[in-house]
């Protein structure tokens, strides 16, 4: 890319190939550890011309995935895409040959990525929320609707992993040995975030009657912790009909 290093802007241009469509991403000084993408993957650059607010792009980091930007059109077409640097934060703009242009910009500090729990008693992933004071991420995953039975078994089990981005190439989840693929939070080494996952989770074992009065599975995540076995940890709360949540019981292994 040719750019101005005193204006930090950088632009460039190519042309869409035989098949109609190319996927790009950009990296400082070609290194793949220093991209900078879309935070949705196969963003389309079509769909976001017109927004009255950019989307979302990330980076420079080592999280980019899969995630690229996607343009369609015609054989031939040249596209002209660049990129600013202000104040830290970046802004991508693509021009298609119709005229039309995409803008995307990153967020800052530690909203520029956010975790999910994938929890197997959720129907989607659940977003972590950041405590300022601690640096510690956290979020209140259910434990179930489904607990038909429940009475006759000693626990409810509920397995989760976490990830940046609801992206799963890039997952936290414990090492477990191999044919296990499940450890109890606060009993082995984080790994991650990477796309080396397979099936290895984490698992909660829970009492059916906390499951039943609605007890809720609250999941730290402290990228910080000097002890890489605390990365992670969880305990069941009691929900409040206030919206507050109250300790019912602390649980770092079965």
């Known amino acids: 890319m040719l750019g101005e290093r005193e204006s930090q802007k950088f632009e460039t241009t190519f042309r869409i190939g035989d098949t109609a469509t190319e996927e790009f991403y950009f990296t400082r000084d070609g290194d ?56 830290g934060q970046v ?52 434990l179930g609707d489904d607990l038909a039975g429940s009475a006759r078994r000693a626990k409810v089990e509920v397995r989760f992993h976490i990830t940046v981005d609801e992206e799963e190439e890039l997952a936290l989840y414990p090492v477990a040995p191999a044919g296990t693929g499940v450890r109890h939070a606060g009993q082995c080494i984080v790994r991650g975030p990477d796309a080396g996952r397979c099936e290895s989770h984490w698992l909660a074992r829970v009492a059916p009657a906390a499951a039943e009065a609605g007890h809720l599975l609250e999941v730290t995540l402290e990228p910080a912790a000097r002890d890489r076995r605390e990365v992670v940890t969880w305990r069941v709360v009691e929900a409040s009909p206030t919206g507050g949540t109250r300790c019912d019981h602390m649980g770092a292994g079965p």
């Open 91 to 142: 802004t991508v703009r693509v021009k298609l040959p119709s005229g039309g242009e995409g803008v995307w910009r990153s967020a800052q500090g530690s909203e520029a990525h956010a975790y999910y729990v994938s929890a197997s008693s959720a129907a989607s992933p659940v977003k972590m929320k950041r405590d300022a004071a601690s640096g510690c991420w956290r979020c209140l995953v259910p």
């Open 32 to 87: 793949p550890k220093q991209a900078i993408y879309p935070l949705r993957p196969c963003a389309t650059v079509a769909n976001v011309c017109g927004m009255r607010a950019a989307a979302s792009c990330c980076g420079p980091d080592e999280f980019a995935g899969n995630r690229r930007w996607l343009v369609r059109g015609t054989p031939g077409e040249s596209v002209h895409a660049s990129m600013a640097v202000e104040d």
